[in-house]
């Protein structure tokens, strides 16, 4: 599972391990939605050094759906990704919809995004979706409230994720044991994280992460930030959290992955990241480059700078093809030019993460 190898005041160092491979941390995860990246294949996610992949559980159970993939015989052999995978538990893409009919505390009544029909996710349904799919990491069904809802609001969705993690968790072992049963492998069973909600409420906080840890979960997930809050309001949250969190277990900040924000969470204590802007703000032509500076590539000065992309990326593309290139591809909207610039910020995005490590391995001796 996990070994903490170090803890030093610029961050843990460790390692995670799962039936399909080991995850050297801190770590990014690159989001691959519905089982795959716009525009980056898997084998440019290994080149530019993915350990793991985050796939959507949401979106998968509505297309294809969970019973294809698992004839396929799960994730991994349908997407032909054989190292790890984590799925989300769908509850953030739910809670985003604004075609809820209802929230209970059985779960949320919605209506499909593709085609209106209407469906139901609820704890049972979210470990079910989840175990169908095979994934090494999944996610406890959490209620995820908007930030600018007020405290009694807050405070209802932390009582639903507590009580819907105790039944993801019993449906977690419930599963794993029928599936243990029909299967010659016993580490098959994948690695269940609680999510702490709360706001921005300190003491909401505190209530969910010691619920949640008193239940005892393989990891714990700090949900519910990176969602209109200020950085000094949401390092607040990790400043209160994480001292709480068993030193033992992996610490996952969702949603969050800005490269300077990514720092000062990993000298926090947050072990596991995943986040969309970077691929976001590639397509609307913001570049992260290798000395730690961002330039608008579909800016004037760049159409006629003939120069490489940067030479020190750890995307090829970016090695060989011209900033003017990359300049005019996205101003044509050309989808080349979006993989170009994908790659280059989740190169850079990777390469922070390794570098990381390598600052947290030295500063420990």
Known sequence: MFQLLKETPIGRRGVLTTPNGAIQSPFFMPVGTAGAMKGITHEDLVTLGAEILLCNTYHLHLQPGEKIVEEAGGLHSFVG???????DSGGFQVFSLRNISKITDEGVNFRSHLNGDPLFLGPEEAMRIQHALGADIIMCFDHCPPSTAPRS??????????RWAAECKKHHKQLSSASSESSASSDSSPFLFGIIQGGLERDLREKCAEELIAMGFDGYAIGGLAVGETEDEMYDILDCV?????KDKPRYLMGVGRLEQLKTA??????????VSPMREARHGTLYLSDGSKIRIDSNPYTTDHS??????????????????????????????????????LGIT????????????KFAG
């Open 81 to 87: 990704w054989n190292k790890p995978i984590l799925t």
């Open 153 to 162: 609001e807050i405070e209802k969705a932390v009582d639903r994720t507590i």
């Open 242 to 246: 994480c001292p709480l969190l068993p």
């Open 266 to 275: 990993v000298a926090k204590g947050i072990d596991m990241f995943d986040c």
């Open 308 to 345: 490489v992309i940067d030479a020190n990326s750890p995307s090829p593309l970016s090695r060989t093809h011209l900033k003017s290139y990359l300049s005019h591809l996205l101003r044509a909207h050309e989808r080349l030019g979006e993989t170009i610039a994908c790659m280059q910020n």
């Open 350 to 361: 990777l390469e922070c993460m390794r570098n990381l490590q390598n600052e947290i391995e």
